[in-house]
């Protein structure tokens, strides 16, 4: 038999539920996310004051969803999503920090899968700027978009003026996720570039907010010279065009020259004049720091070098392949 505190507990949760389901029409998501606090956070002073154990949250399920039958997400499982949000934010922090901005699902992957106050935030704000869904949201979290994104070697501060070179260092990752793609023969860099192509949708994803593609094997016609990038893609965000080229081994000091080349001919020959400078994005398994920094260095246009990373069951392949000297493709294209 359950005392009269409890009954009052019940009476005041059921009181929330009321007046939060009448403001819903006007702010039905953000509403929600506050009434869900308030009940996790009732279920808390319920069971520090009153010394009740977790089976108390199955009664208080059953006691809710008698009165209110058709609504959803008074589970016992959601009970505890919403006694976790309430112990993860204070009431003020919600607004704060956007959260209540999230579909409710979206909430409960960043309450258990991201627990520094640091990592979430970016996550929500990205969430929020990209639109994701909570399958993306999930995947983001679990290749670890915080750590990878602005970690490539660039000379964007040598190149770029402020606050764009900011943006464009803050845009490119290191390393960039391809696990999405299956290939079943030889890796090659023609083999990697079509995979990219071929799931376009996946690789604009993993490259971020702002990137439209352009094309690839897209020609740059110099004279009676032509010359083909791997893939260009245009940035709205940065506007300005961006080539990105693909490397089946390690870095080497000559794809830096190489695409030094390359964007001198594009900021020439097909950028327009409201353009910004064309930013290469050379993508290779390996980059020796070291060896990165001194191949850019002095070189005057915005260039960053990334490594990509395939799926786990590709590794051991891709390594004995590498090993093995790369058999260049004609004058006409590679490198």
């Known amino acids: 038999m359950l005392d009269v505190?409890?009954?009052?507990?019940?009476?005041?949760?059921?009181?929330?539920?009321?007046?939060?389901?009448?403001?819903?029409?006007?702010?039905?998501?953000?509403?929600?996310?506050?009434?869900?606090?308030?009940?996790?956070?009732?279920i808390l002073e319920m069971q520090e004051k009153?010394?009740?154990?977790?089976?108390?949250?199955?009664?208080?399920s059953r006691d809710l969803r008698k009165d209110f039958p058709e609504m959803r997400g008074l589970s016992p499982q959601n009970l505890k999503y919403m006694k976790r949000l309430a112990q993860s934010y204070g009431l003020n922090e919600i607004g704060q920090q956007a959260i209540d901005q999230l579909p409710w699902g979206h909430i409960i992957d960043l309450i258990y899968k991201?627990?520094?106050?640091?990592?979430?935030?970016?996550?929500i704000q990205k969430t929020i700027e990209n639109g994701w869904s909570r399958n993306?949201?999930?995947?983001?979290?679990?290749?670890n978009l915080y750590a990878r994104q602005g970690q490539a070697i660039t000379n964007f501060k040598e190149t770029l003026p402020a606050p764009q070179s900011d943006l464009a260092h803050e845009i490119i990752k290191n390393p960039y996720n391809f696990e999405f793609l299956?290939?079943?023969?030889?890796i090659t860099e023609r083999n990697i570039e079509k995979a990219l192509v071929d799931h376009i949708r996946d690789f604009m994803l993993e490259l971020g907010q702002g990137f439209a593609f352009v094309g690839s094997q897209y020609p740059l016609k110099l004279r009676e010279e032509s010359y083909f990038?791997?893939?260009?893609?245009?940035?709205?965000?940065?506007?300005?065009?961006?080539?990105?080229?693909?490397?089946?081994g390690p870095f080497k000091p000559e794809y830096a020259g190489k695409m030094n080349?390359?964007?001198?001919?594009m900021d020439k020959e097909v950028k327009a004049k409201e353009d910004n400078p064309t930013m290469g994005i050379i993508l290779c398994r390996d980059n020796s720091h070291i060896t990165v920094k001194y191949a850019i260095d002095g070189i005057q246009r915005p260039l960053g070098v990334s490594e990509?990373?395939?799926?786990?069951?590709?590794?051991?392949?891709?390594?004995?392949?590498?090993?093995?000297?790369?058999?260049?493709?004609?004058?006409?294209?590679?490198d």
Not at 50 to 60: F, L, P, S, Y
């Open 50 to 60: 009153e010394g009740w154990g977790a089976k108390v949250i199955e009664q208080i």
């Open 308 to 334: 990509y990373t395939l799926s786990q069951a590709l590794e051991k392949k891709i390594k004995e392949e590498l090993l093995v000297p790369r058999e260049e493709n004609g004058a006409q294209r590679r």
């Open 114 to 123: 991201v627990l520094d106050r640091e990592q979430r935030s970016f996550y």
């Open 229 to 248: 990038l791997d893939l260009l893609f245009y940035n709205i965000k940065l506007k300005a065009y961006t080539i990105i080229e693909l490397k089946s």
């Open 182 to 186: 299956s290939i079943d023969d030889k």
């Open 5 to 42: 505190a409890y009954q009052n507990h019940i009476t005041e949760l059921k009181k929330e539920i009321m007046r939060a389901r009448v403001k819903a029409a006007l702010s039905v998501n953000k509403e929600l996310v506050l009434l869900y606090w308030r009940i996790g956070k009732k």
């Open 136 to 143: 993306v949201l999930s995947m983001q979290i679990e290749t």
């Open 261 to 265: 080349f390359y964007l001198n001919v």
